[in-house]
C-alpha cells in the first residue's frame, strides 16, 4: 500500500441495503476525512475523524456513520442506502489540520 | 453561510497564459488550497496560501488577498494535459475545508 487506497472502486447497490466503504492509508496520519462529490456541487465534508478514536459530523452526515478504531482506516458505513447517496466517494487523509490533505482514488456508488 | 464562487468553466489556448479566479466568504480563515483535478481521478495538490501574496511553483502560480477574500491560480505555458478541473478551498475556523464547486479548464490546441 502507498498512500491512501480505497475500496471498493465501484459498486451498485440495491435501495434500502447496508453498505461500508473501506479506506487505509499508511502515511500515519491523524486526520482523516469522508467527501462526497456531486455534479456541480463541491466536495462536501460527511464525516471526519482528528485522531484515532474520535470523529466528528461533516456537513452532510445524514444516513453514513464512521468509525476509527485505529491511525489507518476510516470506513464508512451506509446503514440503508437511498438513491439520493449516488455519488463519488472520496476519503482523504491529512498529517494535521494545517497541512494539505492527500485523497484516495475515489468509490463510485451507484444506488439503484 | 460560506461560501466558495469560481468560473464553472473556462477556455484557454495551448501555450497562453490564464488565471482563474476563486473568491470566499468562512467563518474564519486558515489557510487557502488549489487542487487539480483531471476527469475521474482524485484531487491533488498544487498550492497552498496563508499569507497575502505571490506563491510561484514552477508554471503554476497562486495569490491571496485575506482583506479582499480573493485568490487566483495562474497556470502559464499551457500544456493540454493542464485541461482538467481546479479546486479552491478555504481552511475555516474549525480547520475544516470548504470546497468550491471547481472550474473545468479547457486548453484547446
Known amino acids: 500500500i502507498a498512500g491512501i487506497t480505497q475500496a471498493p472502486t465501484s459498486q451498485i447497490l440495491a435501495a434500502g441495503r447496508r453498505m461500508t466503504l473501506r479506506c487505509t492509508q499508511d502515511?500515519?496520519?491523524?486526520?482523516m476525512y469522508w467527501y462526497r462529490q456531486d455534479l456541480g456541487l463541491g466536495l462536501r465534508l460527511i464525516h471526519y475523524s482528528n485522531t484515532a478514536g474520535t470523529t466528528g459530523k461533516g456537513e452532510v452526515p445524514d444516513g453514513y456513520s464512521v468509525s476509527r478504531a485505529n491511525t489507518d482506516d476510516f470506513p464508512l458505513t451506509l446503514a440503508s442506502a437511498v438513491p439520493s447517496q449516488t455519488s463519488v466517494y472520496f476519503c482523504a487523509s491529512s498529517d494535521s489540520g494545517h497541512t494539505e490533505a492527500f485523497f484516495g482514488q475515489g468509490t463510485r456508488l451507484t444506488v439503484v | 453561510g460560506q461560501n466558495i464562487d469560481q468560473p464553472t468553466e473556462m477556455t484557454a489556448t495551448e501555450g497562453a497564459i490564464v488565471q482563474i479566479n476563486c473568491t470566499y466568504q468562512t467563518s474564519g480563515f486558515n489557510g487557502l488550497f488549489w487542487y487539480q483535478q483531471h476527469a475521474g481521478e482524485a484531487p491533488t495538490f498544487l498550492s497552498y496560501n496563508v499569507l497575502d501574496g505571490l506563491e510561484e511553483k514552477g508554471r503554476f502560480s497562486s495569490f491571496l488577498s485575506r482583506s479582499k477574500g480573493y485568490s487566483y491560480l495562474l497556470l502559464k505555458e499551457l500544456q493540454m494535459k493542464d485541461s482538467a478541473s481546479y479546486l479552491c478551498?478555504?481552511?475555516?475556523?474549525?480547520?475544516?475545508?470548504?470546497w468550491g464547486a471547481g472550474t473545468k479548464l479547457i486548453i484547446k490546441p
Open positions: 478551498a478555504v481552511r475555516d475556523s474549525n480547520y475544516q475545508l470548504i
Open positions: 502515511m500515519r496520519h491523524n486526520a
